[in-house]
Each structure stands twice: as C-alpha cells, then as structure tokens.
C-alpha cells in the first residue's frame, strides 16, 4: 500500500486516469446483442435479463430466445419468442384471426388488436394484440408480433391486470421502443 502525505493527491490522479478507460465513468450503456435476428437493446439498470446461456430461474425452450424482468416488480416481464409468423402476408392473416376469433384459451378475453410501430426509430411494423386472462391472479398480456430477417417473433409482455396500464407506459412501450433493428 502507497502512503503519502497527500493521499488526495492519489485519489485525484486515480480518478483522471480512470476517466480515460472507456465504461468506467463514463456509463457506457451495456447492450443485449442477437446477431441471429439482428435485434439489440440497451440492459438498462432496472431490468433482469435472461437467456437459455443464462437461464436463471427459468426453464427455456426452443422458441424462447430471452426474457426481460422489471428488476423491482418482478411480475412484470418480457419474453421473446420465435413465431410462426414467415412474412408481411402473414402478418396480415395473423391481425385478421386475431381480429375474428381470438386466442382460443380458457379465460381469454380480448381487450384489443391492431398494428403497431416497434423499434427505436418506430419502423418496424408488427400486429399488437392486447387481452386479459382470468385466473387466481387476472393477467393482462400484450403479444407484439412482427418479421426480422425472415423469422416470425413475438414479443410477450405480461403484468397483472390491475398494472397493465402503468406497467405498459413505463415499462413495455419504453423497452419496445428501445430496440435496433440491423
């Protein structure tokens, strides 16, 4: 260990020299990177992020590709996943069915459907279908599906239903407009 009459002096030095070193002082953002899909995101510091590398609590299948959790509300997440979205015209067929029959699933009712813009600049087009599931604890979800090189993805965000509407404006739309497309 250094000791010096002026310990500050050290400290000041340190501080400079650590200033210079790209990430330490600076912030630099982290980023969750899938140069599969060519998707990306910022990890920003409230959020938990999962992917079958780094599983977690969760048990991953072949279609999930990460999920993202609300650090401090942890009942609030989402997970994207592959679809069998192949195309635009399918994305169209997809509203239409969502439109006309729903999710045939126990407990299903549909709050919404319709288009949406996704990304960081809102140029990706994608089908959003909005609905509430009831249970011992209601759910609201939101399924955002869209095309990215050739791969049908959803996005699934869910929360209870009596938050959607916050856990939507804070949380969901923020992350769904922080995503770049390449």
């Known amino acids: 260990m250094i ?50 590398e780094h599983p977690g609590p969760f048990t991953f299948e072949k279609d999930n590709i990460f999920i993202v959790i609300n650090k ?11 679809s069998a979205v192949a195309d635009e015209v399918d994305l169209d067929y997809l509203k239409s069915q969502m439109e006309e029959q729903g999710l045939p699933q126990p407990g299903y009712h549909k709050v919404s459907v319709g288009y949406t813009n996704i990304g960081e600049h809102q140029r990706k087009r994608a089908v959003d279908h909005i609905f509430n599931l009831q249970g011992k604890v209601p759910r609201t979800m939101r399924y955002v599906v869209f095309v990215q090189k050739g791969q049908g993805l959803t996005f699934v965000c869910t929360s209870d239903t009596d938050r959607f509407r916050e856990t939507n404006k804070d949380f969901f739309e923020p992350f769904l407009r922080s995503i770049k497309f390449e």
Not at 9 to 34: C, F, K, M
Request: zero cysteines; proline letters at 8%.
């Open 3 to 52: 000791k010096t009459k002026h310990g500050w002096i050290l400290g000041l030095i340190l501080i400079s020299v650590l200033a210079l070193v790209p990430g330490i002082l600076r912030g630099e953002e982290a980023r969750y990177t899938n140069p599969t899909y060519g998707i990306s995101f910022p990890i920003l510091e409230d959020i938990i992020l999962y992917t079958p």
């Open 72 to 82: 401090w509300k942890p009942n609030e997440l989402i997970m994207l996943n592959r």
